[in-house]
Each structure stands twice: as structure tokens, then as C-alpha cells.
């Protein structure tokens, strides 16, 4: 069989936002080239939500089951996957934006000698073969890649390249398989899985957001964050490092693992604007971005750009406000 299969994810017994996106960007590959596509999900106990993804355009959904797939070790993902592609020989596998994307698939396309094409914001088709585009250096240049490796060839999407919206099924059929798994091979034992943001506080609902990036350096100097914040009479939130480092917490994140906003004045603080934190933030009304790198990629979608140190334009827009 050549065609595209894109692999699914569901966590807690519910679909990963991101496998819509996946599934999209699948779909639209499978038209652009005259591919069919076909999906995979890994799982345990999920061939009902696995009939949700037999959209029109997908030409059958396997739910690989087997219990060492109900907590998610890389290693069972890449047996199984492995074992399953080689079987339907598929031209592209398709992954999601996904922490477990990052985890396994790198070792799954190692099993057949490829490398993973990550993070691909789109392609357009050339000569017949789908070219894929992805930011380079920090999202100031795009690459554009051709596989001239023979299928199976493995690419994930960018969170944001492709409008998911949640399947809701369809004439596909729909089949149970068991992987036949080693258990001898799986080296984890998984925990209990990352939480990707706790919804605490509903930064959905702010009319207005001061977020603060990697630029302030130091979680003392957050204070001056809260005090444009406060000044703007804006809810304080942040791009994922502020959240991994534990200066904030995850309910104050932005960004496709994080919670997406749409208030009407943005003000991103040191913040360079990878596309992880623009999927979350771009439906903002106006953005005002301060960062000291004139060519930082938040500037592309920023209103206002006030290239500087961030040191000295919060605290001359705090006094600005309070005269
Ligand atoms: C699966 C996955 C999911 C992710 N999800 C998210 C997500 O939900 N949200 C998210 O935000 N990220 C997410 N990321 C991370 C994302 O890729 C970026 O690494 C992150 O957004 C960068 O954060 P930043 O802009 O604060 O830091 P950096 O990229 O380090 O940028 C810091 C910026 O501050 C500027 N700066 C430094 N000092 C000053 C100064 N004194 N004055 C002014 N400007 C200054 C710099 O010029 C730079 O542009 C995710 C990544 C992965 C792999």
C-alpha cells in the first residue's frame, strides 16, 4: 500500500487537540498529492472515538490495542508503530504537535533508517512530490525540504499549520489489531502522565494581557511584569519557560500547550514569538511586542513593535501610566 497514514494520539481517554490539526494537515497532504490517507491510533479500549476519526477523505482507521498502550512508553509506541508501517507501507507518516511526537518519533523513523521532518508548518506540491516548509533559526528563516529518501518518510506539524476541528465521523471502516509487543523490549514505566495546564485562572476571558517571556531574565525581576500588568489592568500570563522554570503557574500559559487568548490589547514582554506561542496568542485585537531584537519573529504579527531594553521601556510605560 503506499498513501499517507497519520498517527492519532488520545490522552485520558480523550483526543490530544492536536491530532485534529494532524489529521487537517493529513487530509489536505492526501488531496495536494493524490495520496490516500489513511489513520493509526495507538490505544487501549478507544475503537468508539476511534470511529470519530473516519472522516470523509480517510480511507480506514486501525486502533493498534494491546494494554501496554494504555499509559503511553515510547517504547511500545515505537514497536507498535513499527510493526504496523512496515506491514502498510505507507509513502508519509503523519504525527501531531505533541510532547509525545517529540518522545518517540525521532526513534520510530530511526527504525527505518529516516530522520523525522519536525515541525513543518505546510508544503506545497512541486514535480509531483510534496515540498515541506519549516521555520529555521528561531522562526527569521523558512526551510524548505524534498524526502529523497524511498517511503516511509515521517513529518510532524507545527501546532497552528492546519485548522483542526474535532472529528465527528463517517463511513470509513473502522478495525481493531493487535500488535504483537514484546514486553521484553519496553524498557519504561511510565508515570503518571504531564499535565499540560491546569485551567485556574480563565485568561480566555481578559480583555486585556501583559505576558511575559524569557526576556526578563530572572524570576525576581517578574515584579516589574506585575507592575506593568497591574498598571494596564491586565491579567499577567507568560510563554513556557517562565511556566517550566516555575517562576508561574501553568494556568498562566499561552501557546499550543497552553491556553489561547484573544483579548483586545497583548503586550508580549521579551517574548521572540515562536509559533508554539503565537497559535495562542495571534487572535489578539492589538499586540504590542517589546523585545531588544529588531528581528525577533513576534514583530511579523506585532501592532506595535518597540524594539528595546525591556528594563527600561516597562518601567518608562508604568510611569507613563501612573502620571
Ligand atoms: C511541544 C511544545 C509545546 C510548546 N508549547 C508552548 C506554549 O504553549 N507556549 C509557549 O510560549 N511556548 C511553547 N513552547 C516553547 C516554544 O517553542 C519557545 O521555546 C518559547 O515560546 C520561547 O519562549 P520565549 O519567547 O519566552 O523565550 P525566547 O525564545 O528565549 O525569547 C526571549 C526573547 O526575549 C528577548 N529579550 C531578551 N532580553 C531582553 C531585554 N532585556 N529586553 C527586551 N527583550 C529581551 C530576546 O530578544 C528574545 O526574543 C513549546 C515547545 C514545544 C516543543
Known amino acids: 500500500m503506499s498513501g499517507i497514514l497519520v498517527v492519532l494520539e488520545r490522552q485520558g481517554g480523550a483526543w490530544h487537540k492536536m491530532s485534529f490539526e494532524a489529521l487537517a494537515g493529513a ?21 468508539e472515538a476511534a470511529a470519530e476519526a473516519a472522516v470523509a477523505g ?85 526551510g524548505r525540504f524534498v524526502f529523497e529518501t524511498p517511503a516511509p518518510n515521517f513529518v510532524s ?21 493487535r500488535p504483537s509487543l514484546d514486553a521484553a523490549r519496553i524498557r519504561q514505566r511510565p508515570e503518571p502522565p504531564f ?30 511584569a506585575r507592575q506593568l500588568a497591574a498598571a494596564f489592568g491586565a491579567e499577567l500570563a507568560a510563554s513556557r519557560p517562565i511556566i517550566d522554570s516555575g517562576w508561574l503557574p501553568a494556568d498562566r500559559q499561552v501557546g499550543s500547550s497552553g491556553q489561547t487568548v484573544a483579548p483586545r ?28 531584537d529588531a528581528k525577533a519573529p513576534i514583530f511579523e504579527i506585532a501592532d506595535y513593535a518597540l524594539i528595546g531594553d525591556l528594563f527600561e521601556i516597562a518601567p518608562a510605560l508604568i510611569g507613563a501610566l501612573s502620571s
Open 265 to 292: 490589547l497583548y503586550i508580549a514582554l521579551g517574548i521572540s514569538g515562536a509559533l508554539q506561542h503565537i497559535v495562542g496568542m495571534k487572535g489578539a485585537g492589538c499586540i504590542v511586542a517589546i523585545n531588544r
Open 27 to 47: 487530509l489536505e497532504l492526501g488531496r495536494a498529492t493524490g495520496l490516500s490517507v489513511s489513520v493509526c491510533v495507538p490505544a487501549s479500549g478507544a475503537r
Open 58 to 142: 480517510v480511507d480506514g482507521v486501525t486502533v493498534l490495542e494491546h494494554e501496554a498502550l494504555e499509559a503511553y512508553a515510547a517504547d511500545a509506541w515505537v514497536e507498535a508503530l513499527a510493526e504496523w508501517i512496515a506491514g502498510v507501507r505507507p509513502d508519509y507518516v503523519v504525527f501531531p504537535h505533541t510532547y509525545q511526537t517529540r518522545d518517540f518519533a525521532p526513534a520510530l523513523a530511526a527504525r527505518f533508517g529516516r530522520t523525522l521532518m519536525a515541525d513543518s508548518t505546510g508544503f506545497f506540491v512541486e514535480g509531483g512530490l510534496p515540498v515541506f516548509e519549516r521555520p529555521l533559526f528561531q522562526g527569521k528563516h523558512i
Open 195 to 224: 499535565r499540560e495546564t491546569a485551567q485556574a485562572v480563565d485568561l480566555s476571558a481578559a480583555e486585556r494581557i501583559v505576558a511575559v517571556g524569557r526576556g526578563i531574565q530572572d524570576e525576581g525581576n517578574l515584579e516589574l
Open 157 to 177: 506539524f507545527q501546532a497552528g499549520a492546519f485548522r483542526g476541528v474535532p472529528p465527528a465521523g463517517g463511513a470509513a471502516p473502522v478495525a481493531v489489531k
